[in-house]
């Protein structure tokens, strides 16, 4: 009686799906997961005439557990703490390898160390709408503070900007609503699709519309794939570094699949591959030291695939 007590949302029901089958995240109290994720990405950009190209590669591994549910919504509060990141990064000359198991002195392997084990928060409804990330600053601030006071001035600017940047709510919006698939809100069958418009946070900002279809499924597992469409904020202003202002104008495609558990709508493998092109436009009114417009042509390839054992 206790078990049942401590569930709530919509149970898939084991039946054949020709009937339809209204997918929803199930919670219980308690629950934890294990999300192990690899990931690999090039960035090209082009900088008069300068061809500039970053690599990276590495996986991480998230612990999340259900800490409260939120029935009037119809959602759980999730817990999250990294639990392992390993990361190598090369551009032209220069590469950086960070293990959060190692034991390496240097500033970014102290900062991201200083990561591990830390909690923050994200609302998920059961249809898969990420809500208030919380803890985010919290986990920033103890990221920062693990900077050696060695450090110099240049290479501690870098580093603030790139955790406040990659660790910031709006970073963890962007990476989640790629890792949980959302759901139609009505019964679906083999073959049907649906889509959703969600908002895309930070730096790039603009939307991302994504065309879902359920390929497959019994009452044993579930398969969806995603086709997405992002179109950045063109005309929004926005700091691109080092205090120069300018627009963002891209546009890219993703591709994903997943594996849902039929008995209660987690995600349990996912493969996705995106690619984004299009250019950063460097503004010349916003700096005296820059006499017109500069546009840097940029190209992402990224391609994830992860695991959630349950």
Same mark, same amino acid.
């Given at each position: 009686?206790? +078990? ?22 199930? &919670?219980?109290?308690?629950? =934890? ?10 960035? $090209? ?25 939120? !029935?009037? @919504?119809?959602?759980?509060?999730? #817990? ?5 990141? +390993? ?5 032209? %000359? ?11 002195? %240097? ?9 591990? *084990?830390? !909690? +923050? ?26 900077? !050696?006071?060695?450090? =110099?001035?240049? /290479?501690?600017?870098? @580093?603030?900007? &790139?955790?406040?940047?990659? +660790? ?7 990476? &989640? @609503?790629?890792?949980? !698939? ?13 889509? %959703?418009?969600? #908002? ?19 009452? $044993? ?17 926005? /700091? ?8 963002? /104008? ?25 690619? @984004? ?8 009114? $916003? ?5 017109? *417009? ?5 190209? $992402?390839?990224? %391609? ?7």
């Amino acid at each position: 009686m206790l +078990f049942r007590a401590m569930l709530f949302g919509s149970l898939l029901p084991l039946v054949s799906l020709a009937q339809g089958v209204q997918l929803r995240y199930e &919670f219980t109290s308690g629950r =934890s997961f294990e999300l192990r994720v690899q990931d690999r990405s090039e960035t $090209y950009l082009t900088i008069q005439d300068n061809h500039q190209r970053t690599s990276t590669q590495g996986n991480y591994t998230l612990s999340l557990r259900v800490v409260q549910l939120l !029935p009037t @919504i119809s959602a759980a509060r999730i #817990e999250a703490r990294y639990k392992k990141i +390993f990361l190598t990064a090369s551009s032209q %000359d220069v590469s950086n390898t960070i293990n959060t198991e190692g034991n390496a002195q %240097d500033a970014l392997n102290l900062v991201f160390r200083a990561l591990i *084990d830390h !909690p +923050f928060y994200f609302t998920l409804k059961n249809n898969g709408t990420i809500q208030d990330i919380q803890g985010v600053d919290s986990l920033i601030q103890r990221a920062l503070q693990a900077i !050696p006071s060695r450090t =110099s001035k240049a /290479d501690r600017q870098a @580093i603030v900007q &790139f955790v406040t940047e990659q +660790f910031d709510a709006n970073a963890f919006y962007n990476q &989640f @609503i790629s890792l949980f !698939p959302r759901y139609a809100d009505h019964a679906i069958q083999i073959g049907d699709g649906w889509t %959703d418009i969600v #908002e895309i946070l930070g730096r790039l900002g603009g939307s991302l519309t994504t065309a879902w279809k359920l390929d497959y499924g019994d009452k $044993y597992g579930i398969k969806v794939s995603a086709q997405g469409k992002m179109i950045s904020n063109r005309s929004a202003i926005m /700091d691109l570094g080092g205090g120069i202002k300018g627009n963002v /104008d891209v546009q890219g495609n993703i591709q994903a699949s997943y594996l849902i558990a039929a008995d209660n709508g987690w995600p349990t493998r996912s493969v996705q591959h995106t690619e @984004i092109n299009g250019k950063y436009i460097y503004r010349a009114a $916003y700096n005296k030291k820059m006499k017109q *417009d500069i546009e840097v042509p940029i190209r $992402y390839v990224h %391609d994830l695939q992860y695991e959630l054992l349950q």
